[in-house]
C-alpha cells in the first residue's frame, strides 16, 4: 500500500466541474495537492495514511472564493445602514476611514474577517483596501489565499496623498509577495469616479509589465453612469475600452447598468465579471444582468462586497441571493439553477483571479482547499439533491471543516490558525473606539 500525507473520506463530494455527486469517494492528499480521488473502498485497498478523517454525513466541495471585498471594514458592519451609496460613502464611510484607518486597524479588522470567511467555507478572497501589508500578514497567520489590490485613487487618504503614492508602495508590496505561495497582488483602481484616465492609462501599463490583473467597480450604480455621461460625454465602460483596460485581464465588480452599447464592448473584449448581489440590493444599486452576460460567455464570479455594506462576508448566502435574484429578475426559475451558483463561488472565481489549474474545483492536481459542510441535519434533511441542498438550504454554522492546501483552518467549528476569544475581544475595543466618535445616521 502507498502511504500519503492524507485521506478524507466523505458522503459526497461536489466537484465544480461534474455535475453529478460522487457518494461514497475519498480525496488522496500529498503535500497539499489532490493526488486522487476514489470510491472509499478502493482507497482503503491502496492507500494508507496517519491522517484519515471520515465524514460520512458530510458533503465535501471546493473552497469557496469571495472575489471581491474590503475585509478590513468588518469593523465598520452596522455603523451606517440604509442609505445610498454615495450619501454612505461621503458622510459616513469616508469620514471614518479617515480617522480610524490605519496599519494596526487593518490588521485586526482583517483577522477578524478571514476568521468569519473561513468559518463561512471562504479559502481565497480578493481585496481591495488600504495598508495592504497588514492584509497580507493577517492572511500570512491565518493560511488563507489572498490576492490583495493595489488600491489607487487621485485623493488622499491615510494610506497615501498622491496616486504616485499609491503606484509607489503597491510596487513595493508586490515586489516582496510576488513569489508567496498564496498572497497575490493586483491593481485595484477604485472607480472612474475616482481615477482619471492618465492614472488609468500608467495602471494599464504597470499590469502589462506585471502581468497583474486589475480589479475595479464599474457601473455600480445609475447615477455613476449619468455623472461620466455628463462630465466626459461617455458612459464608463466606453471611456475605460477608448483606454484600453476593458480586457480579459479586468475584473469589473458590479456592473449594474448596461445597455446595448455596453453589452456590445463585453461580449467583444471578454472581461471577467463579479456580481455582488446583496450589497447592490442593500444599497438598491441596480441589478446585474448575470443571465446575458453568462450568454454571452462572459466568466462571471461571485463577491460579497465589504461587510459595511452587505453585512456579512458569507459565500453561502451569497451564492443563494443570486441564484434568487436572478430568476426573480428574468422571471424563470431555471435561470442561474443551484450547480451554477456553486460554480460561480467555485471555478469562476478562480478563472476571473487566474488561478483555475491551481484551484476551484476539486480535481486531481489542483490545491486541496476543501470544506465539509454538514448536512445531516434538521435544517437540511432529507437529501435528494446534495447541491440544491447546499445552496438553497445549508446555513453557515452547517460548515465544519475547512483546508488550504491540506492545512486545516477550521476543524470541527473551531479556529485552528486564529485566536477566537482574542479576536472577539479586538473587535469590542475597537467597537467602542469608532462608536465613541458619532459617525452614525
Given at each position: ?95 471614518a476611514e479617515k ?18 470567511m473561513i468559518r ?130 479586468l475584473i469589473a ?189
Amino acid at each position: 500500500m502507498e502511504h500519503v500525507d492524507q485521506l478524507i473520506h466523505a458522503k459526497w463530494i461536489i466537484t465544480s466541474e461534474q455535475d453529478t455527486p460522487l457518494e461514497n469517494h475519498a480525496l488522496v492528499i500529498q503535500q497539499g495537492i489532490i493526488k486522487a480521488i476514489l470510491p472509499s473502498d478502493m482507497a482503503a485497498e491502496h492507500y494508507e495514511s496517519n491522517v484519515v478523517q471520515r465524514y460520512p454525513s458530510h458533503m465535501m466541495i471546493p473552497g469557496l472564493i469571495n472575489c471581491h471585498t474590503h475585509i478590513a471594514m468588518n469593523y465598520f458592519r452596522g455603523l451606517a445602514d440604509d442609505l445610498a451609496l454615495m450619501n454612505w460613502l461621503n458622510h459616513y464611510i469616508w469620514p471614518a476611514e479617515k480617522k480610524w484607518v490605519s496599519q494596526e486597524f487593518v490588521y485586526d479588522a482583517s483577522l477578524f474577517a478571514m476568521a468569519e470567511m473561513i468559518r463561512c467555507g471562504t479559502t481565497c478572497f480578493n481585496d481591495m483596501y488600504f495598508f495592504l501589508q497588514a492584509t497580507a500578514e493577517a492572511a500570512d497567520q491565518a493560511g488563507i489565499r489572498a490576492h490583495i489590490g493595489i488600491t489607487v485613487m487621485e485623493f488622499p487618504t491615510r494610506w497615501a496623498a498622491t496616486t504616485d503614492e499609491y503606484i509607489k508602495r503597491g510596487l513595493d508590496f508586490y515586489e516582496a509577495y510576488q513569489n508567496h505561495p498564496r498572497i497575490k497582488a493586483t491593481l485595484a483602481p477604485h472607480a472612474p469616479y475616482t481615477v482619471a484616465d492618465q492614472t488609468f492609462i500608467k495602471i494599464k501599463e504597470i499590469a502589462d509589465r506585471h502581468q497583474l490583473k486589475i480589479n475595479l467597480h464599474l457601473h455600480e450604480t445609475a447615477d455613476e453612469v449619468n455623472q461620466s455621461v455628463a462630465e466626459v460625454k461617455k458612459r464608463p465602460i466606453k471611456r475605460l475600452h477608448d483606454l484600453g483596460l476593458i480586457t480579459p485581464d479586468l475584473i469589473a465588480i458590479h456592473m449594474t447598468e448596461l445597455n446595448d452599447e455596453d453589452l456590445a464592448i463585453l461580449e467583444k473584449t471578454k472581461p471577467n465579471i463579479v456580481h455582488c448581489p446583496e450589497s447592490n440590493m442593500k444599497l438598491a444599486s441596480g441589478v446585474c444582468p448575470v443571465a446575458t452576460l453568462d450568454k454571452m460567455g462572459l466568466n462571471v464570479a461571485l463577491g460579497t462586497d465589504g461587510a459595511a455594506s452587505n453585512n456579512d462576508l458569507n459565500m453561502l448566502g451569497e451564492m443563494r441571493s443570486a441564484a434568487f435574484l436572478a430568476k426573480l429578475t428574468t422571471k424563470n426559475p431555471e435561470t442561474l439553477a443551484a450547480k451554477q451558483a456553486l460554480a460561480m463561488a467555485t471555478l469562476h472565481s478562480a478563472k476571473a483571479l487566474g488561478i483555475d489549474s491551481l484551484t476551484g474545483s476539486i480535481s486531481v492536481d489542483k490545491a486541496a482547499d476543501l470544506v465539509a459542510i454538514q448536512l445531516d441535519e434538521i435544517e437540511t434533511l432529507p437529501v435528494y439533491h446534495p447541491i440544491s441542498q447546499l445552496i438553497y438550504a445549508a446555513s453557515r454554522h452547517q460548515v465544519t471543516d475547512v483546508w488550504v492546501m491540506g492545512k486545516q483552518l477550521l476543524k470541527n467549528r473551531k479556529l485552528t490558525t486564529l485566536d477566537e476569544p482574542m479576536l472577539m475581544d479586538k473587535a469590542r475595543y475597537w467597537a467602542k473606539k469608532i462608536g465613541s466618535t458619532g459617525f452614525t445616521p
